[in-house]
């Protein structure tokens, strides 16, 4: 029977069943590749389905695609001509002569309602490739782990040993063009077989290459028994010969009795045998037997001993379809891996970020084995585990998968179609991981958090892998991006200064809240921190100088960009001269006045109660005992928004109460303060009446100073006392008992929680007396 759109019209008025059955996959086979019909895919952005779409485009079909999101993928499907809707639509079954699905669509999807209300033929897509391959030789490469890169290695070794194969693999392989290709030319079909819906029993192919075997999916088969009855289908309905990998036992096992059965890997019966293994950076060299006879030596250029495993099945496969050794491995040499395959992102000497699809415990272990055979000094893993099934059905070998790995990260579980089960999250794994005595693991259930946390644990000599098959190569993705920056940066502060990544501002505030800093970046020399300041210019990256952090409240979100903190080498200088002491911007205001002390200096008492550093000080004319900054300053020095040094005097300087509008765009460097020559006596009784008002009237817990600027009428603290708001609070953050311009921080306060309660305490001033607070604390950064 000729399957043409007439007799499927037909059909579809006499018909209600569900799938076409296989029985008919020859005239199908011809309906795929030698007409041209309308086909709609359903879920056309996943990876398999997209696949199709090319190869269908390519046959000629006029081809539509719907799917809840668009990719780049259907971006560029679209260019060839795909019929792209975000939308998953009845009428886009009317339209269709046939109709395939991806295992990941639900039942109730409206097109595919549609489309068996009005008997369309219906697919799913492992079905369509398998009638498709019908048309040509076809090599299904199958098994738990490895697929996707053996397939690919497959298709690259045949297409450079002039075979024109077509090929559909499950992922973007760079080195092949596309994930799917229809050749015109050859004979030959390569396909990667999908073991994870049963789908795999649709294919029969010429040669079937079995990587391995073991417990997975176990959402979709109830024990290992049924997986095997899934390949031991494949296998009988493979025409020639069956490659299989011999040192896996359940492999060896299921094909070992099959005539036309070819073995390989490291075992001595293995009829292609690897030894002589030497693992190198990112790559292998390894000799290689037929049934005891040297063929040669064999190079590859993706790491770890699975690839050797990967590439032995790809050499007996190729040796069988008569390719010579030498044309096999020089092709060898040059495979590159597919995307999300140990992918490195980011490489430089200090820093390697690599990707990879690992998300069972066996390619978890594969794949920190082979990073560590790169040699790195510590491995740090980011893991999203994937699908809720797997994470409770495997979470014991989960537990020992990351043995190898100095730090872990777990996120939580990235669901694909599935409903949450409840009582597992990412945490299981975490516990398993811990039970084994691990040290290095933490969980953090926010995906978009992960990155900071890696990154901020970041040391020279790292190599930081990110696992999984749902979307956590996005967190490393942005680690990567930032840490281009962060090594510049480096870069410009050299070998003493210091640059780090996400570093959390709670660490470096009086008051302990704050989210991180993009870029932590601490200069040690004025020159540093002026090209610091070009760099940030031509970048377009913000920059905000921080001192001690004691008038500062960051939000949660922390500050985008570079946060720079002057501090050590030129940044610590303070000279007197005569009746002047010159001090540079990481100084602590204390250490002037203790400066001014030792050289018989009075007036600057004062700064010993003010908690922050010159910088800080200068740029909001800090105040205590009645004093301000700038009383007392002569000149300062600063550099420009881009980067040039000035001095100016204090007589050309616009100052105003608690605010130093120069230093709002402009970073300070250093400045000269004035004191009188003093009796010593005297100076220490000041000092010591300063002392005591700190110790009677201010609180000693973590806190920003005074929250509001002194309105004219009131001090602000005996307004709040007044006001009979003192200890009232909003979470951790809570209105100091001693001190009522004081908010402090009881715990794991957050800013969100300061800032509710500075609202608080300005509706209420406002709504029983009238008076506007306006804060002194300087507050940046973004919300979470
Ligand atoms: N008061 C109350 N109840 C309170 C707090 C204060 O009645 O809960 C009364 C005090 O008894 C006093 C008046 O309010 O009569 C002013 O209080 P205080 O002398 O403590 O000084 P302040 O104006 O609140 C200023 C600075 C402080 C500095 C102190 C001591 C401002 C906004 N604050 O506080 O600076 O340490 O003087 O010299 O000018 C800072 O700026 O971060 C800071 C802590």
């Known amino acids: 029977m000729k399957l043409t759109s007439e007799a499927i019209a037909a059909r579809a008025d006499s018909s209600r069943k569900k799938y076409w059955r296989r029985d008919e996959l020859p005239d199908l086979s011809r309906f795929l590749t030698a007409e041209k019909h309308r086909i709609h895919l359903v879920g056309v952005a996943g990876s398999g389905m997209s696949g199709l779409a090319g190869l269908l485009i390519e046959l000629g079909h ?26 998953h639509l009845a009428e886009h079954a009317d339209a269709a002569d046939l109709v395939v699905f991806s295992s990941a669509i639900k039942n109730d999807n409206p097109i595919l309602l549609s489309a068996r209300t009005f008997g369309k033929p ?3 897509r492992a079905e369509a490739v398998a009638a498709i391959m019908q048309a040509r030789r076809g090599i299904v490469i199958a098994g738990m782990h490895g697929k996707t890169t053996t397939s690919a290695m497959t298709a690259h070794v045949l297409r450079e040993g002039g075979v024109h194969p077509s090929h559909y693999v499950g992922a973007e392989i760079p080195i092949l063009g596309t994930n799917a290709h229809w050749n015109p030319r050859g004979e030959y079909f390569v396909a990667e077989g999908d073991e994870s819906d049963g789908t795999l029993r649709c294919f029969h192919p010429e040669y079937a290459v079995i990587l391995n075997i073991e417990e997975e999916h176990l959402d979709f088969y109830s024990d290992l028994a049924a997986i095997e009855k899934v390949f031991a ?56 037997c037929r049934r005891g006879k040297k063929l040669g030596q064999a190079t590859l250029n993706v790491p770890g001993e699975h690839n050797v495993h990967n590439a032995l099945g790809v050499i007996a496969l190729a040796s069988e379809l008569s390719i010579p050794f030498n044309k096999i491995t020089a092709s060898l040499g040059k495979f590159e891996h597919a995307r999300r395959r140990f992918e490195i992102k980011y490489a430089s000497d200090r820093f390697l970020l690599v990707d990879d699809y690992a998300h069972h415990p066996t390619e978890i272990r594969a794949t920190l084995c082979a990073a560590e055979s790169i040699g790195r000094r510590r491995l740090i893993t ?177 500050i985008r960009g570079v946060v720079v903190h002057p501090h050590g080498g030129d940044f610590e200088k303070i000279e007197v001269e005569g009746c002047e002491i010159t001090a540079s911007a990481g100084v602590k ?72 509008p120069l230093l709002e765009k402009n970073f300070a460097i250093s400045a000269t303060f004035r004191g009188q ?90 709504r029983k007396r ?6 002194e604390v300087e507050i940046v950064g973004e919300p979470e």
């Open 62 to 87: 006029a081809v539509s695609g719907s799917d809840k999101v668009s990719t780049t993928e259907t971006e560029r499907l679209q260019r060839l001509g795909l019929h792209f809707h975000e939308q």
């Open 122 to 124: 219906l697919l799913r």
């Open 233 to 288: 289908q494949l296998i009988d309905q493979t025409s020639g010969s069956v490659l299989y990998n011999i040192d896996d036992p359940n492999t060896a096992r299921l094909c070992g009795k099959r005539k036309c059965a070819v073995s390989y890997g490291f075992s001595e019966q293995a009829d292609y045998r690897g030894t002589d293994v030497e693992l190198r950076n990112f790559g292998s060299s390894f000799l290689v």
């Open 382 to 558: 980011m893991f999203q585990p994937h699908r809720f099934s797997r994470t409770k059905a495997l979470c014991r070998e989960f537990g020992s998968a990351f043995d190898h790995a100095d730090r872990v990260v777990i996120t939580d579980v990235y669901p694909a179609s599935e409903p949450p089960i409840p009582g597992i999250t990412g945490r299981t794994i975490v516990d398993e991981i811990v039970r084994r005595g691990h040290r290095g693991v933490t969980y953090q259930p926010r995906l978009r958090s992960v990155h900071r946390d890696v990154g901020n644990m970041l040391e020279a000599g790292d190599l930081v892998l990110s696992l999984g098959a749902g979307n956590i190569h996005e967190q490393l993705e942005i680690l990567a991006a930032d840490l281009v920056i962060a090594e510049k940066l480096k870069a410009i502060v050299s070998e003493e200064g210091e640059v780090r990544l996400y570093e959390p501002l709670s660490n470096h505030t009086t008051l302990r809240v704050g989210g991180p800093a993009q870029f932590w970046v601490e200069p040690r020399t004025e020159q540093a921190f002026a090209e610091l300041i070009r760099f940030c210019l031509d970048e377009h990256l913000p920059l905000f100088a921080i001192g001690r952090g004691s008038n500062l409240l960051v939000r949660d979100g922390g």
């Open 589 to 660: 205001f204390r250490q002037v006045a203790y400066a001014a002390r030792a050289a018989n200096l009075g007036g600057l008492e004062w700064m010993e109660g003010v908690p922050g550093t010159v910088g800080g000080g200068l740029r909001m004319n800090a105040g205590a005992m009645g004093a301000q900054t700038f009383e007392n300053v002569t000149r300062i020095r600063y550099l420009d928004a881009e980067g040039h040094s000035h001095v100016k005097s204090r007589g050309e300087l616009e100052v105003f109460y608690r605010r130093f």
């Open 677 to 766: 020559p003093a009796e010593r006596a005297e100076i220490d009784r000041r000092l010591r009446e300063s002392q005591e008002k700190r110790r009677t009237t201010q609180p000693v817990a973590k806190s920003a100073g005074c929250i509001f600027k002194n309105p004219v009428t009131i001090p602000a603290g005996k307004l709040v006392d007044e006001l009979g708001l003192k200890n009232s609070r909003v979470g951790n953050a809570r209105v100091s008992r001693v001190h009522g311009n004081f908010i402090v921080n009881d715990g794991q306060a957050t800013a969100a929680e300061v800032l509710e309660l500075i609202d608080d305490l300005k509706r209420v001033a406002r």
């Open 770 to 775: 009238g008076i506007e607070l306006e804060t």
